[in-house]
T-cell receptor, first 118, second 113 residues
């Protein structure tokens, strides 16, 4: 149980285009999902907290107009990288915490999305 | 700024030995501590969680927490080559009701056959 999926797993795009990444909790509901970014040989850095039915909370230094987050349902959050540039190339990982009663109070991570911007 | 410090390694141990991974943190109010294993190109997977001082054992893994000294460690007994990965220490900030995790930079473990 407690499976989180991400789609796509890998994407290559041209500079200036937008890319949408989906994060789904498959067997539980999550009012809160988190988006992390990991550059090579670095740790995961929290980008934003996605709350179902409300606006996302962004970490300092993360541009909310560039990284659009939509948490439309209790099982789906999307991250759209708008006007992507090569410096946005990274490993994007989402995680989700089950609502009380649907699992342990632990973050479950998706498999990640490797974004390469040419 | 909450910080989590780990030695980047690599920590190299022979197969069958005990691997000891350490982590220190600066935020005294952190309540929950986690060890994740991350293989290259993959997302982290939870190994252990620990919430109170002392030891917690799960199979070959033992997590140790000392809140007074602000460190948490992970011992891996009978290390196997498949344990070779980066181990991330993380803590739960519990800020404003969120459960955002703060990660250390990770320690790379190499288990030599």
């Amino acid at each position: 149980g407690a499976v989180v999926s991400q789609h796509p797993s890998r994407v290559i795009c041209k500079s200036g285009t937008s890319v949408k990444i989906e994060c789904r909790s498959l067997d539980f509901q999550a009012t809160t999902m988190f988006w992390y970014r990991q550059f090579p040989k670095q740790s995961l850095m929290l980008m934003a907290t996605s709350n179902e039915g409300s606006k996302a909370t962004y970490e300092q230094g993360v541009e909310k107009d560039k990284f659009l987050i939509n948490h439309a349902s209790l099982t789906l959050s999307t991250l759209t990288v708008t006007s992507a540039h090569p410096e946005d190339s990274s490993f994007y990982i989402c995680s989700a915490v089950p609502v009380p009663g649907q699992g342990t109070d632990t973050q479950y991570f998706g498999p990640g999305t490797r974004l390469t911007v040419l | 700024q909450k910080e989590v410090e780990q030695n980047s390694g690599p920590l190299s141990v022979p197969e069958g030995a005990i691997a000891s991974l350490n982590c220190t943190y600066s935020d005294r109010v952190s309540q929950s501590f986690f060890w994740y294993r991350q293989y290259s190109g993959k997302s982290p997977e939870l190994i252990m969680s620990i919430y109170s001082n002392g030891d917690k054992e799960d199979g070959r893994f033992t997590a140790q927490l000392n809140k007074a000294s602000q460190y948490v460690s992970l011992l891996i007994r009978d290390s196997q080559p498949s344990d070779s990965a980066t181990y991330l220490c993380a803590l739960d900030t519990m800020d404003t009701g969120r459960r955002a995790l703060t990660f250390g930079s990770g320690t790379r473990l190499q288990v030599q056959p």
